[in-house]
């Protein structure tokens, strides 16, 4: 026997059934890094919630490397069932030293993203390989009132060291928005870093000009990550610039 519903009986039991879709799936916390914001992470949350997956983008505080950390898993924290963590570049480095203890964290997906070992700092770590040129294009420091120095990318040196993929008047844009760093950030030696306990992938540029390819490649291995990308011609915001390729390993992840 065949039985009929109201219409609107089928769309709360579509509406329903989605629902149970998007709570079954892990939530994805995304970490920006220097010079960046939430926002670079549009492209990829957009595909990550057309396919029904909760999306959390932290305002990283980029006020020293335990403080964000300690943040990011204060948020971790508040969130419940599985989580897919990914961070981008010295973001990277800041899901590497969050506590995972009591929270829903199962796979870090690394986004042109560092990944320091316990005691290495994040200025240490960058020196392993020649290459980068971040350093000559900051602008001079900024002192903050609690004594420490915010360093940001001169505007006109922004599109070419950082995002040389992305359209001019886009990175202008960034150039403009980026959110400054605390300089003593670089210095503060890693805890032991989540890598070592949780599966890993790694998703970076071959043009990336501030850390070198080498290093992202080194990292990996060193990390034993379950999958790395070099993606041809990409700078390194390579979440902006190809964020289907990494919205697309992040759901690899999520089925980890």
């Known amino acids: 026997m065949i039985?009929?519903?109201?219409g609107t009986a089928i769309i709360a039991?579509?509406?329903?059934?989605?629902?149970?879709l998007a709570a079954s799936k892990p939530t994805i916390v995304l970490v920006h890094g220097a010079f960046a914001e939430s926002a670079s992470w549009d492209g990829v949350a957009s595909k990550l919630l057309k396919d029904?997956?909760?999306?959390?983008?932290?305002?990283?505080?980029?006020?020293?490397?335990?403080?964000?950390?300690?943040?990011?898993?204060?948020?971790?924290?508040?969130?419940?069932?599985p989580v897919v963590l990914v961070g981008h570049s010295y973001g990277g480095s800041v899901i590497s030293d969050v506590s995972i203890e009591g929270t829903g964290v199962k796979s870090l997906v690394f986004v042109s993203g560092l990944a320091p070992d316990k005691g290495e700092?994040?200025?240490?770590?960058?020196?392993?390989?020649?290459?980068?040129?971040l350093g000559?294009?900051?602008?001079?420091?900024?002192?903050?009132?609690?004594?420490k120095h915010d360093l940001y990318i001169e505007q006109s040196k922004f599109w070419k060291q950082f995002a040389a993929d992305v359209p001019e008047g886009k990175?202008?844009?960034?150039?403009?928005?980026?959110?400054?760093?605390?300089?003593?950030?670089?210095?503060?030696?890693?805890?032991?870093?989540?890598?070592?306990?949780?599966?890993?992938?790694?998703?970076y540029g071959?043009?990336?000009?501030?850390?070198?390819?080498?290093?992202?490649?080194?990292?990996?291995?060193?990390?034993?990550?379950?999958?790395?990308?070099?993606?041809?011609?990409?700078?390194?915001?390579v979440m902006i610039s190809h964020p289907d390729k990494v919205s697309a390993m992040?759901?690899?992840a999520a089925n980890d």
């Open 250 to 252: 992040i759901e690899r």
């Open 121 to 133: 700092s994040v200025s240490e770590l960058g020196k392993k390989f020649p290459g980068s040129t």
């Open 3 to 6: 039985k009929f519903v109201s």
């Open 206 to 237: 071959s043009e990336d000009k501030n850390l070198p390819p080498a290093l992202h490649a080194f990292m990996a291995k060193r990390a034993n990550a379950k999958e790395a990308v070099e993606v041809k011609g990409s700078s390194h915001v």
């Open 136 to 147: 000559p294009t900051l602008a001079p420091p900024v002192l903050q009132p609690d004594g």
């Open 52 to 81: 029904g997956y909760p999306v959390i983008a932290v305002a990283n505080p980029l006020r020293g490397l335990k403080y964000d950390a300690d943040y990011v898993n204060e948020v971790l924290k508040s969130i419940k069932g």
């Open 13 to 20: 039991t579509l509406l329903l059934s989605g629902s149970a």
């Open 171 to 203: 990175a202008a844009l960034m150039g403009a928005e980026q959110r400054p760093i605390a300089a003593e950030a670089f210095e503060e030696p890693s805890i032991e870093p989540t890598w070592k306990s949780l599966p890993s992938r790694f998703i």
